[in-house]
């Protein structure tokens, strides 16, 4: 939830969907990034420097942080979805 909502004397309704609309493009590009470091980077030819043991828990560790990634993008999400909910609460 934020407290900030458009007013006559501060910004507009517009204002607030331009700011979200900005948001969750960039949101857009992030996921598009995370889907190119996934196919990328975390690709199973570049653990070849570990041991096949060690692999899995390599890959694991780093599908993990991949997770962290895509949690903070959901946060982001849900941030613009409340900014534009607020502009559509004053229109």
Excluded: C
């Amino acid at each position: 939830m934020i407290n900030a909502k458009p007013n006559l004397n501060g910004n507009s309704e517009k204002d607030f969907f331009d700011a979200a609309l900005k948001l969750s493009q960039a949101i857009t590009q992030v996921e598009e990034a995370l889907g190119n470091m996934r196919a990328n980077v975390f690709h199973g030819r570049n653990y070849q420097h570990v041991t096949d043991w060690q692999m899995n828990s390599a890959r694991a560790g780093d599908d993990l942080q991949q997770a962290y990634a895509a949690r903070a993008v959901a946060t982001l999400q849900s941030f613009a979805q409340t900014v534009a909910n607020k502009a559509m609460e004053s229109a």
